[in-house]
């Protein structure tokens, strides 16, 4: 791949060095630590089991917190739109697309080099934190992470890579799209409020009136009503991860959606190992992988069919 | 020899509107060419196919005896190729942005920073190697532009409006190092303009586009006389010697007539196509040309010429 090394460490040295992701970052890394720090002090920490406890420490809320969880899964894609929504036509914009595309590389090392830089530095600041959370929870629990644990934590870091990943293709995508980074940056933001927090009420309500439920509908219309409305709030990344993270950073999880008693019976309540937890969470994790492909094959392909003039 | 650039039948359409009619274009190796239209005549358009960033519709291209559409690659890293405004990296110095266009063409560790060096030097700029790039005036842009043209040590250069947006004497440095390039380097150079007073100064042959196709191509001279005509100029004769002039002898020159007598002189107007001629035929009679008053053909003059005809 000619000129793709060269490209992705211009990029990244780019964005290590950018002001803007120098914020983003610092507010990330505030908002993690404060949640796990208070985490700490939560009541509901010593509800869980000892082999679990520093997973714990990134689902548990603590105080007035939301999770660490919960910050990743909103923080994650405002990162990924913020090194992505501007990556070609800013270039394009400034006049440097042309300078690029012709010198003798491939078109593909361009967008690929971008990509991965931009990953590189999410992967750099997820997996940064969840060190400094795992040093957390040595000086302040006194535990170290087991075996399992830190593997839990490497699939869930995966998972939020894939997430990343989305929102960062998607953001790419746009910017090949859209010949404003203003237009861009905001068709990003759009779609991310969207199926960070309209999904919930748009799947309701289609739930609702799809299958109506009152006080004395059949439990299996109330089922059904349940697994639309999950459904259609699985379109959503952020539904994708937060399902992922419930299972894999809790051994104790094993079924999603709704349950009934009968499925518990015979249970016995002991945690899962990280093998099953996986068949549990797995198509959530295909689907995540397939919508990144889907949107960075989208965007690749977009940028290689785009005619650069100057 | 084979020719640097070679065009046959080349046509380009975008939908129903044809960008590149039919060009048939010859470039020779070492020659300065000047691709003149008015803005919209199809000069990016062609520029672009010879350099494989856009598909021909049909006909054929070589550049340097490659096909472009299939080996891009190749024709970039023996070509250079500067587009219309186009931009460096506005907070990296001048030095930096030829280093990362050296390492895109494949340049590493020494041998890089000498071509960086030696490319600097020849634009005359290497005193402003270190200040960035967004401090530097337009002309000087286009001069690091030529720069980073030259950094590949290219045999075909091609420049996309290289003079437009720049003062006068911004101008006159670029065409200079155009055509020091030329004869001191013996690089082919594509130029397209329409500035007609930059290409008439540099260029050995220039072909006229308008409106998709080629209207004329050749010396200023040779498209003059075609579309202008044969035109006159007038020539004032002295004697040679003590004796007075032997107006019969000159009679006899072909393409010479009108004589006046003015005083000791004569006047006469003759053929601006014969001029040299003429001229050694007058001194052959044994009388001296002592004012010639001829008018070259200006580009300027054929563009306005053709344009109202068309």
């Known amino acids: 791949m000619t000129g793709l090394t060269t490209i992705f460490r211009k990029e990244l040295a780019d964005h290590l060095g950018s002001r803007r992701i120098a914020v983003i970052g610092a507010i990330i890394i505030l908002a993690s630590l404060s949640a796990v720090l208070s985490a700490v002090e939560s009541p509901g920490l010593a509800q869980h089991e000892r082999e679990s406890l520093f997973l714990s420490l990134l689902t548990e809320r603590g105080g007035n917190l939301p999770s660490f969880l919960f910050f990743v899964t909103f923080l994650v894609p405002l990162l990924g739109i913020l090194l992505g929504f501007d990556a070609i036509n800013a270039e394009r914009q400034r006049g440097t697309l042309s300078l690029l595309v012709s010198q003798p590389i491939y078109r593909d090392s361009l967008i690929n080099g971008k990509f991965l830089a931009s990953l590189a530095t999410v992967s750099l600041m997820l997996g940064g934190i969840l060190a400094l959370i795992g040093g957390i929870s040595m000086a302040r629990l006194g535990i170290v992470p087991s075996g399992t644990e830190v593997l839990r934590a490497l699939v869930f870091f995966g998972a939020a890579m894939l997430y990343a990943a989305f929102w960062l293709s998607l953001a790419i995508l746009f910017s090949v799209l859209f010949d404003r980074t203003s237009t861009s940056a905001l068709a990003a933001l759009a779609l991310w409020i969207f199926l960070a927090f309209f999904i919930q009420l748009v799947a309701g309500m289609v739930a609702d009136h799809v299958v109506p439920v009152g006080r004395d509908t059949p439990a299996d219309e109330l089922i059904r009503h349940e697994n639309l409305r999950i459904g259609l709030m699985r379109l959503s990344p952020a539904y994708l991860l937060q399902e992922v993270s419930l299972v894999v950073l809790n051994p104790s999880v094993r079924i999603l959606g709704p349950l009934e008693t009968s499925r518990l019976q015979g249970v016995i309540p002991s945690a899962l190992d990280l093998g099953q937890s996986l068949m549990v969470i797995w198509p959530q994790l295909t689907v995540l992988a397939a919508l990144s492909v889907l949107c960075f094959g989208a965007s690749y392909i977009a940028f290689m069919r785009r005619e650069i003039r100057s | ?310």
């Open chain 2, 1 to 310: 020899m084979e020719k640097a650039v070679e065009t046959r039948e080349l046509t380009r359409r975008y939908g129903v509107f044809t960008a590149v009619d039919r060009l048939d274009l010859d470039i020779r190796r070492g020659e300065v060419f000047g691709l003149l239209g008015p803005n919209g005549a199809g000069k990016t358009t062609t520029i672009l196919m010879l350099l494989g960033m856009t598909e021909p519709s049909s006909g054929t291209v070589r550049v340097l005896g490659l096909d472009p559409a299939r080996d891009s690659l190749k024709v970039k890293a023996r070509t250079g190729y500067l587009a219309e405004n186009v931009e460096f990296y506005e907070d990296l110095t001048a030095r930096e942005n030829l280093a990362y266009l050296a390492e895109l063409n494949g340049l590493k560790g020494g041998a890089a920073d000498r071509a960086v060096r030696e490319a600097l030097e020849t634009v005359e700029m290497a005193e402003r190697a270190d200040s960035p790039a967004g401090t530097f005036s337009k002309g000087m842009r286009q001069r690091l532009g030529l720069a980073s043209v030259l950094l590949k040590k290219p045999e075909l250069v091609i420049l996309d409006e290289p003079t437009s947006g720049i003062d006068p004497e911004g101008v006159e440095k670029i065409l200079s190092l155009i055509r020091r390039m030329a004869e001191e380097s013996g690089i082919t150079v594509l130029l397209s303009s329409h500035m007609l007073h930059s290409v008439q100064k540099v260029c050995d042959r220039v072909g006229i586009m308008f409106k998709s196709s080629m209207i004329a191509c050749g010396t200023i001279g040779e498209i003059g006389r075609s579309i202008l005509g044969e035109r006159g100029g007038t020539i004032r004769i002295a004697s040679g010697g003590p004796g007075p002039i032997d107006g019969e002898k000159l009679g006899k020159i072909k393409g010479l007539k009108d004589f006046r007598r003015t005083g000791d002189t004569m006047t006469a107007s003759f053929d601006e196509q014969d001029r040299s001629r003429i001229i050694r035929e007058i001194i052959e009679c044994g009388c001296l040309p002592v004012e010639i008053r001829g008018t070259d053909y200006s580009l300027e003059e054929i563009y306005l010429r053709y344009f109202r005809e068309v």
